[in-house]
């Protein structure tokens, strides 16, 4: 409505003066994105006695009016909303590792879910609130390997912390799921890794039974394990029962760096995972930003591999030059 008619703009605008309220454009909703749809309430409840006057006065003559009723209904979602909110901000952030924390977001955007139904919002907000949770079931049911990793990697969680957390997370989903049998199979994977890792940073000699034994196969001596593998199993035993001291200003890749003696393996392990970006909500923007910045003709002066990326990405065709065909 404030957007719909210069009339509106005018008096929305005459309205914020009399409140002493800066004008501001409202976002949209956008049907398949609940983060518009969360901008959209926080912008529409801070402006709320001037949408309550310019609607009212608008449907005076039908007799449909903004009740108080009403607003508390959009807070209820507005409140559930930003906790999603905030997880997809931290999920899209690139300058700090986060991909241990999507375990634990999660929990949180669940658990606000359960705690609002249980709270009897009402017929509509109970409906919108099971829809939100059939849609959440049909994406974050099982958990990628790499983000229970991760969580693993994080010294303050290790193997006991993501036990519990998995646990309270199907609980609040109301989901069987077989956490003891994940989380071993999450701790064979490192395992794995780290006699991987190992020989890469130690090589083996010549006829080491190093990659038979990561297959059960059993090595020149009967013991099924060579050197390398025996000393990163030590070292994923020795960091799974390290006493771990919280940090005021607890940073993960810090820590790694200042335990990367004691457990080399594992922080190059860490390194690595950790720097794998949660999500490509950060990527996808770059390349919808770069749609508005370049148009078909300034990609003919990229080069030709960053070309058909570029037009594989934002799905324009560039001009052809006779140097390219």
């Known amino acids: 409505m404030v957007r719909a008619a210069r009339s509106a703009k005018r008096i929305f605008k005459q309205k914020c003066e009399e409140y002493g309220l800066r004008k501001k454009v409202i976002a949209l909703d956008t049907p398949t994105q609940w983060n518009s749809t969360y901008k959209l309430l926080h912008d529409a409840i801070a402006y709320r006695d001037i949408l309550i006057d310019m609607y ?22 507005h409140d559930v909303l930003e906790t999603f909110d905030n997880a997809t901000h931290i999920f899209s952030y690139v300058y700090e590792p986060n991909i241990h924390t999507v375990i634990l977001e999660c929990i949180k955007i669940i658990c606000t879910i359960k ?11 109970k409906r919108l609130l099971d829809n939100m949770k059939v849609k959440w079931c049909a ?34 989903l109301d989901v069987q799921f077989d956490v003891p049998y994940y989380v071993n199979n999450c701790k064979r994977i490192l395992e794995r890794l780290c006699e991987d890792y190992g020989a890469m940073i130690q090589p083996q000699p010549v006829g080491s039974s190093t990659g038979a034994s990561r297959f059960g196969i059993l090595g020149p001596d009967g013991s099924g394990s060579s050197s390398s593998s025996s000393s990163s199993n030590i070292g994923i035993s020795e960091y799974l029962t390290y ?83």
């Open 56 to 77: 009212n006065e608008s449907q005076a003559t039908d007799g449909q009016f903004i009740t108080n009723d009403h607003w508390s209904l959009a807070k209820i979602v």
């Open 115 to 125: 705690q609002t139904s249980l709270a009897k919002p009402g017929v509509a907000v």
């Open 243 to 325: 006493q771990f001291e919280s940090e005021e200003n607890f940073h993960i890749i810090q820590w790694w760096k200042n335990h990367s003696s004691k457990f080399p393996v594992l922080a190059r392990i860490a390194k690595n995972i950790l720097a794998i970006p949660t999500s490509t909500i950060a990527s996808e923007s770059a390349f919808s930003a770069g749609r508005r910045v370049l148009d078909k003709k300034d990609l003919v002066f990229l080069p030709k591999a960053l070309k058909c990326v570029y037009v594989r990405r934002i799905g324009i065709k560039p001009r052809i030059e006779h140097k390219d065909l």
């Open 139 to 172: 994406y974050f049911t099982g958990f990628p390997p790499i983000y229970a990793i991760a969580a693993i990697l994080d010294p303050s969680v290790k193997l006991e912390g993501l036990t519990n957390l998995l646990t309270f997370y199907y609980q609040q």
